[in-house]
């Protein structure tokens, strides 16, 4: 099984700060990587797709990149709105596995 | 609009069994392939199973914890993506969640208690 290494668990952080959040491979997965955005009680929502392609929808200030192990989210610009928990998905080989989750917090 | 709406959640017995179905609108269900991802109180998001298209063989995956207890199905001529859930253990409380991974439903808890 591949496992997805998140880091961190948590960050605090304030309005209009950058955001960069990193997901580790335990191997080769290619690009097939999504972000997903979770409030609580809401199921998730699809981020980016293929590390780093913006979901239809979704503000410009997020952004995905990586290839291989290394993955990362960036918030460009931190908005109240987006103070949620953050998951990496890796889909390249059965099962599919979720990183830990980042819980981006108020500062 | 793509819609997925989940049910059959409920209060279960430790070693009974339950059924959950997904309805499916707004995209060609047939051709999709579709997962169950759960999630524990407090806890983060795991990958349960899913299940092909028809045309890509229609075969099913599952996540160790749940192999041999749970069965993945669908029903293209109703849309209808389902989840048999047996001999279910209190570490399968969960809200338990329908998705083609780009697009999910709101949920539906269930709970295995005494």
């Known amino acids: 099984d591949i496992q997805m290494t998140q880091s961190p668990s948590s960050l605090s952080a304030s309005v209009g700060d950058r955001v960069t959040i990193t997901c580790r491979a335990s191997?080769?997965?290619?690009?097939?990587l999504g972000w997903y955005q979770q409030k609580p009680g809401k199921a998730p929502k699809r981020l980016i797709y293929?590390?780093?392609s913006l979901q239809s929808g979704v503000p410009s200030r997020f952004s995905g990149s990586g290839s291989g192990t290394e993955f990362t989210l960036t918030i460009s610009s931190l908005q109240p709105e987006d103070f949620a928990t953050y998951y990496c998905l890796q889909y390249n080989s059965c099962p599919l596995t979720f990183g830990g989750g980042t819980k981006v917090e108020i500062k | 609009e793509v819609q997925l709406v989940e049910s059959g959640g409920g209060l279960v017995e430790p070693g009974g069994s339950l059924r959950l179905s997904c309805a499916a609108s707004?995209?060609?269900?047939?051709?999709?392939?579709m997962s169950w991802v759960r999630q524990a109180p407090g806890k983060g998001l795991e990958w349960v199973g899913r299940?092909?298209?028809?045309?890509?063989?229609?075969?099913?995956d599952y996540a160790a914890p749940v192999k041999g207890r749970f069965t993945i199905s669908r029903d293209d001529s109703n849309n209808t993506l389902y989840l048999q859930m047996n001999s279910l253990k209190t570490e399968d409380t969960a809200v338990y969640y329908c998705t083609t991974i780009s697009n999910w439903g709101q949920g539906t808890l269930v709970t295995v208690s005494a």
């Open positions: 293929a590390a780093s």
């Open positions: 707004g995209f060609t269900f047939s051709n999709a392939w």
């Open positions: 191997q080769g997965i290619r690009n097939d």
């Open positions: 299940i092909k298209s028809k045309t890509d063989g229609g075969t099913t």
